[in-house]
């Protein structure tokens, strides 16, 4: 009987609830997360909300007077625009060169970084600048050195081969912003080089071992322990290179007459799809337009995102299971 009660009296203890939490301590607790939670209710949650609500609707930014409920009119013709359309897809031509350029880029980088050389640090330095020059700057260097006329690049042809010239800001843009993209290419070799220097160099000299060259330590070794950090890049590159808006604007843009600063004349082979979305909303004032296109390219980020996270177990290894 004892060792029925005993039992009895376990099952219960393990089944009774958990100890509430006192208030006094829970009253800490939300005192001190009440400035996040204000900040995210007012500064990001009820935009999102408002942004949800304010697609349905012809809003035009200025008079609320006028507000009205257009259904799902703004998506629709969103579908209709043949101007978005072009936009989208030079985002994506855009995506396609510019994503394997920059991993690939910044990967060698990062192989070159983590040699042990002389000045080692003043080399990592000098290839992370550029990434933390703001984006603003980086647009007006970028002016200046591929400039028709004036431009540093050209000047450099003109004096190893007299007589070059190439018009890069008329005939080749887009690789121009591909090329500042690689400029910038240093914060994504820093995040290599952690996953480099992580790699465990017990299955290296393993490798070496079993009588493995350096091409298939790399390959399998090196390679299958950086997918982690190619995926995490992969996804990053992804959410970033559909809202390029500012680069395209400031390198290549010419304000209109009357406009100022917000009535952006940009050339049509880098018209992108944030570019046409910023004009719709403070060009035409079409905010309710410009709502629902902006939803449509959120929907269709996350829906690639979710594609590439459904292909991550065939080629992406952990050390851990993820299971």
């Given at each position: 009987?004892t060792f029925?009660s005993?039992?009895r009296?376990?099952?219960l203890?393990?089944?009774?609830p958990t100890e509430r939490?006192?208030?006094?301590?829970?009253?800490?607790?939300?005192?001190?997360?009440?400035?996040?939670?204000i900040?995210f209710?007012?500064f990001?949650?009820?935009p999102?909300?408002?942004?949800?609500?304010?697609?349905?609707s012809n809003f035009?930014?200025?008079?609320?007077?006028?507000?009205?409920?257009?259904?799902?009119?703004n998506?629709v013709?969103?579908f209709?625009d043949?101007?978005a359309w072009?936009?989208f897809?030079?985002?994506?031509y855009?995506?396609?060169l510019?994503i394997?350029?920059?991993?690939?880029t910044?990967f060698?980088?990062?192989?070159?970084?983590?040699r042990?050389?002389?000045a080692?640090?003043?080399?990592?330095t000098l290839?992370y600048i550029p990434?933390?020059?703001?984006?603003?700057?980086s647009?007006?260097i970028?002016?200046?050195m591929?400039?028709?006329?004036?431009g540093?690049?050209n000047?450099?042809?003109?004096?190893?081969?007299?007589?070059?010239?190439?018009?890069?800001?008329?005939?080749?843009p887009?690789?121009?912003?591909?090329?500042?993209?690689l400029w910038?290419a240093?914060?994504g070799?820093?995040?290599?080089?952690?996953?480099l220097?992580?790699?465990?160099k017990?299955?290296d000299e393993?490798?070496?071992?079993?009588?493995?060259?350096?091409?298939?330590?790399?390959?399998y070794v090196t390679?299958?322990?950086l997918?982690?950090?190619i995926f995490y890049q992969?996804?990053?590159?992804?959410?970033?290179?559909?809202?390029i808006?500012?680069?395209p604007?400031?390198?290549?843009?010419?304000s209109?007459?009357?406009?100022?600063g917000?009535?952006?004349?940009?050339?049509?082979n880098?018209?992108?799809?944030?570019?046409?979305?910023?004009?719709?909303?403070?060009?035409n004032?079409?905010f309710?337009?410009?709502?629902a296109?902006?939803w449509l390219?959120?929907?269709f980020?996350?829906?690639?995102?979710?594609?590439?996270f459904s292909?991550?177990?065939?080629?992406?290894?952990?050390?851990?299971?993820q299971?």
């Amino acid at each position: 009987m004892t060792f029925i009660s005993d039992l009895r009296t376990a099952f219960l203890r393990r089944g009774a609830p958990t100890e509430r939490v006192p208030w006094r301590k829970a009253k800490w607790f939300y005192i001190f997360i009440s400035p996040w939670m204000i900040g995210f209710l007012i500064f990001t949650l009820g935009p999102i909300l408002v942004g949800i609500i304010m697609s349905f609707s012809n809003f035009n930014g200025m008079n609320f007077n006028s507000l009205q409920y257009v259904g799902t009119q703004n998506y629709v013709d969103a579908f209709q625009d043949e101007r978005a359309w072009e936009g989208f897809k030079l985002c994506l031509y855009f995506a396609a060169l510019s994503i394997p350029l920059g991993l690939i880029t910044s990967f060698f980088m990062a192989v070159l970084l983590t040699r042990s050389v002389r000045a080692q640090g003043i080399f990592r330095t000098l290839y992370y600048i550029p990434s933390i020059i703001p984006v603003v700057a980086s647009a007006w260097i970028w002016k200046l050195m591929w400039d028709n006329n004036f431009g540093m690049v050209n000047a450099g042809l003109d004096a190893i081969i007299p007589g070059t010239y190439v018009r890069w800001m008329t005939q080749l843009p887009i690789y121009v912003l591909i090329m500042l993209g690689l400029w910038r290419a240093g914060g994504g070799s820093i995040i290599f080089m952690a996953g480099l220097q992580g790699v465990p160099k017990e299955l290296d000299e393993a490798a070496i071992m079993d009588g493995a060259n350096s091409i298939q330590r790399f390959r399998y070794v090196t390679l299958p322990m950086l997918t982690p950090v190619i995926f995490y890049q992969l996804i990053m590159a992804i959410l970033g290179v559909g809202q390029i808006l500012i680069e395209p604007m400031l390198i290549f843009g010419q304000s209109r007459e009357g406009g100022g600063g917000l009535n952006q004349s940009v050339p049509n082979n880098v018209y992108f799809f944030m570019v046409y979305i910023f004009n719709r909303v403070f060009t035409n004032l079409r905010f309710g337009y410009g709502f629902a296109l902006l939803w449509l390219l959120f929907i269709f980020v996350i829906f690639l995102t979710l594609v590439v996270f459904s292909t991550a177990r065939y080629w992406v290894h952990y050390e851990v299971s993820q299971d």
